[in-house]
């Protein structure tokens, strides 16, 4: 997969995770877990692009005597996810595309 539209699926799908409830590293691995494999390496280097981004923001609470970054999702992050949803209707239109069995071709 081109490593630019994996970067850009990856940093929308920890948004997803965060969207609803804040989280810190090791719960956002956990809540992927069933849906792709992310190391913990490459998801903070993603946390941070993101907060870069100002797509989240970083919290630091203290638990069970260590300190946990929790990260929130901004405005900015949530309107990522919305664009991610409408870019979506013309990858799939691009994958039935290249995808189509048949071989013809509709002219529009």
Known sequence: MDIQLKR?????????????????????????KPYLQLSESTLYTILKRLEAAHMLTVKTYEYQGRLRKYYHITDEGIKRIDEFKEDWEEILSIYRFITREDGSHEEE
């Not at 850009?8 to 691995?29: E, F, H, K, P, T």
């Open 8 to 32: 850009g699926l990856l940093d929308v799908c920890v948004l997803a995770a965060i969207r609803n409830d804040d989280s810190y590293g090791y719960q956002i691995i956990k809540d992927m």
